[in-house]
Every structure is written in structure tokens, then in C-alpha cells.
């Protein structure tokens, strides 16, 4: 079986980490992997996950399974910080959380939850999107097509011709959207477009995916949950799928949850036994650690309390980056304009940086950045800023 098999080449940005890991430039500058990084340049575990992982230690009690749902006290906290307390959808129990392997686990089991429920439902995702939605959904036997995103001259959404496209979209296929801080291009609706997006994703019959990574990165918890907000209000059924890696540092603990939202609590109850069932056939039961932490810390006043001061505290920072690089860029060039990277949200800009000027920089300079001109803004610190700007001034008038 295996001795007529070739090589692939892996995942382009996971081989750029790879990459960034091995150059030993002691000046080297990492924008590529979406990973958050402080201002001395490194990914410390959150105080606040230490307090709860000695909580931990001290209490559990047990290694046993957890079932394939995931521990029972993670969905209530999950569905609270997503769409606030006492929210219709919680009441009337139209909402049910599985906890998943990471967002890229629960974008996968609703993957292979689509391609159970209706094999024939393509997924649209947003082009340009996370590269690795394609294989996910691919993995799951899901088709995969696009609509338009970005307006590559305004570096703008491009929300015209992404209307456009959801109108003929044909009814029952799904759309998937990022509810805040768009990976790759940190261009987010605005909400006057999100209402006018649900009222196309409604009236047009798909079901709304979305894919909630980056809550808390852009302009604040509550902030960052606007649009999902008004799609749930005019859409009855969607999938959310969450991320616990940026918003808590998780990152190596896989932790994320899907959650269904159905118009009646009896369909919401048949749906999730159909999740249970991929995850039963795919990976059985999700791990525990990282379930622990988050629930450690948001059933606790205190702990979520520091948790949102040290959220904070990362969002403060990308955004004074942004500021920062846009400053810089403007006093050493008149070139182009960078004012566009501070309205971009999250971790994530699409710079406008072209292919080879991204080679460029990482040739000539050691700072890696992803081929599209995404670069992870986190990586940016008081210490390299001077750098990063000279160089990249220097890119773009060659
Ligand atoms: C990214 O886009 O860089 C992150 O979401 C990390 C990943 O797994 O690709």
C-alpha cells in the first residue's frame, strides 16, 4: 500500500512557523502564524490559566472519559459569553454546545454534520478565507465554493458584489462567516452591513456557519458578537463553531466548542445526538485539560474578572501596533497609504504587501509574513517596530 506513495507538501503555514523556528537571524520578526505574542515577543501562559491549572491539579478527582459532548459546564458558560445571559435561544433551549478539539475540531464535526444532514449542501466560504477551511471541509466530504470578500483597490470589504453572491447561493447550502477580526484580512462588516447580510442569508434559505475565533481580539467581548447577534435574530437554524485557543491562549490544548441553533428545542435535541454521533466516529471524546481551564475561570467571578483585564491587555496592545506601523510607515514613506491597517480588527492584516515583496522581506530581513500579505499585527513589538517599518518602506519603493 505504501510503496508507490508520493510526498505532499504540508500545510504553507504551518511550514512558515516551521521555517521561522529554524532561521537563526537573531533579528528575525514572525507576522506569519496567527498566534498572539506580547510585547517581548513571546506566547506566555495567561496568569489567569496558571491560577486555574494549580486549581485544577489540586481538585480533579479523575482521568475518566468525558463523553463525546465534552464536560456538561462548558456549553451554559459558552452560550453566556457569546450571547449574554438569559438569551431567548438559551431559555427556550434553541441552542445546544458540544466542546470540540479546538474551532478547527468543531469546523470539522460540522462538516461532517452538514454532509450527514445533507450531502448535497456545498459551504461558501469568504475569498480570501483561512486556508485551512478548504481541507477541513474537504476532509469532511463537503464541496467548498466562494463568494467575494475583498476589494483588493479600496482595501475594503467588498460588500456589493458579496451580497450579489449570497442571492444566488440555491437554498439549504450553507455560508460560512467569521463573527469578528476576518482571518486573513482583519476586515470586518460593519453593523449596518451585518443586518443587511442576515436579511439576504434568511430570505435566500442558507444556513449561517460561523466561525467565532477571535472573540474579544477586535473591539471587546460584546463588541465582537454584534453580527453573529443579528444573524441569529433573523436566521432560525446555524452552526457556531468557537475557539478557545487566541481569546485564552489555549492554543496547545485544543479547546472549542460547536453549537447548534435550531427554531424549536426538540430540533436543537436531534441535531446535537447527530453531532455526538460524528464525534463518536471521529475521535470518541474530546480531551479534558483545556474544558477544565475555561470553566475553571468563567464560573468564577474573580478569575473571569482577571481574564477580561488580561484579554484586554492583548487587544490593547494589537491595536496600539496597528497605530504604531501605520505612524512609522507614513513619516518614512509617501508611497502608498497604510492608513487602512488601524480600521482592520484582530490579529490579522492584509497589508497590500505583494508576493514578492513578502520574499523580500523575509530574504533580505528574516521577517516572515504569509504569501497573500497577511501579517499577524501580534507579532509587531516595541523592539522591532523600527526595523519592520524601515524594511518594509524599503520593500515597497524597490
Ligand atoms: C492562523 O491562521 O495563522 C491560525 O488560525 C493558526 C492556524 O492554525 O492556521
Known amino acids: 500500500m505504501f510503496e508507490n506513495v508520493k510526498a505532499i507538501p504540508g500545510d504553507a ?8 523556528k529554524q532561521d537563526p537571524t537573531p533579528t528575525k520578526i514572525d507576522l506569519g502564524v496567527g498566534v498572539y505574542k506580547d510585547d517581548a515577543g513571546l506566547t506566555p501562559i495567561l496568569p489567569v ?10 481538585n480533579e478527582q479523575s482521568k475518566g472519559y468525558i463523553g463525546p459532548a465534552g464536560a456538561p459546564e ?3 458558560l ?3 459569553l457569546m450571547l449574554g445571559e438569559n438569551h431567548p435561544l438559551i431559555t427556550e433551549k434553541r441552542i445546544a454546545t458540544t466542546q470540540t478539539p479546538g474551532g478547527t475540531g468543531a469546523l470539522r464535526v460540522a462538516g ?6 445533507n450531502p448535497e449542501a456545498k459551504i461558501w466560504v469568504s475569498d480570501p478565507t483561512w486556508s485551512n477551511h478548504f481541507h477541513v471541509f474537504a476532509g469532511a466530504g463537503v464541496e467548498v465554493r466562494t463568494y467575494p470578500y475583498y476589494d483588493a483597490q479600496q482595501n475594503a470589504l467588498a460588500f456589493d458584489n458579496m451580497l450579489d453572491a449570497i442571492r444566488q447561493m440555491p437554498a ?9 477580526c476576518h482571518n486573513p484580512t482583519g476586515i470586518d462588516p460593519t453593523l449596518e452591513q451585518w443586518k443587511q447580510i442576515s436579511e439576504v442569508v434568511s430570505e435566500r434559505g442558507l444556513l ?13 467581548l460584546e463588541e465582537d458578537v454584534q453580527g453573529l ?5 433573523k436566521c432560525p437554524e446555524a452552526l457556531i463553531t468557537t475557539s478557545c485557543s487566541k481569546n485564552f491562549g489555549l492554543y496547545n490544548e485544543r479547546i472549542g466548542a460547536l453549537s447548534i441553533v435550531a427554531a424549536q428545542a426538540e430540533h436543537c435535541s436531534n441535531v446535537f445526538s447527530q453531532a455526538c454521533n460524528c464525534i463518536r466516529a471521529n475521535y470518541s471524546n474530546p480531551p479534558a485539560h483545556g474544558a477544565a481551564i475555561v470553566t475553571t475561570i468563567l464560573a468564577d467571578t474573580t478569575l473571569r474578572q482577571q481574564w477580561e483585564t488580561e484579554l484586554a491587555e492583548m487587544r490593547t496592545r494589537i491595536h496600539r501596533m496597528r497605530t504604531e506601523l501605520v505612524k512609522n510607515l507614513d513619516a518614512l514613506s509617501s508611497e502608498r497609504d497604510f492608513s487602512f491597517i488601524t480600521a482592520q480588527k484582530g490579529m490579522f492584516s492584509y497589508s497590500g504587501l505583494s508576493k514578492s515583496e513578502v520574499k523580500y522581506l523575509k530574504e533580505k530581513y528574516a521577517i516572515y509574513a504569509v504569501d497573500s500579505g497577511r501579517i499577524n499585527i501580534a507579532g509587531i513589538n516595541d523592539s522591532n517596530l523600527e526595523r519592520l517599518s524601515q524594511a518594509i518602506s524599503e520593500a515597497i519603493s524597490r
Open 74 to 76: 462548558l456549553a451554559p
Open 229 to 233: 447577534k443579528l444573524i441569529l435574530e
Open 49 to 58: 490559566v496558571k491560577k486555574a491549572e494549580s486549581l485544577i491539579l489540586e
Open 172 to 180: 439549504g447550502d450553507v455560508i460560512l462567516l467569521h463573527a469578528s
Open 13 to 20: 503555514l504551518l511550514a512558515l512557523m516551521m521555517e521561522f
Open 112 to 117: 461532517d454534520l452538514v454532509n450527514a444532514l
Open 208 to 220: 449561517p456557519l460561523i466561525d467565532c475565533a477571535y472573540q474579544g481580539f477586535g473591539d471587546g
Open 78 to 80: 459558552l452560550q453566556g
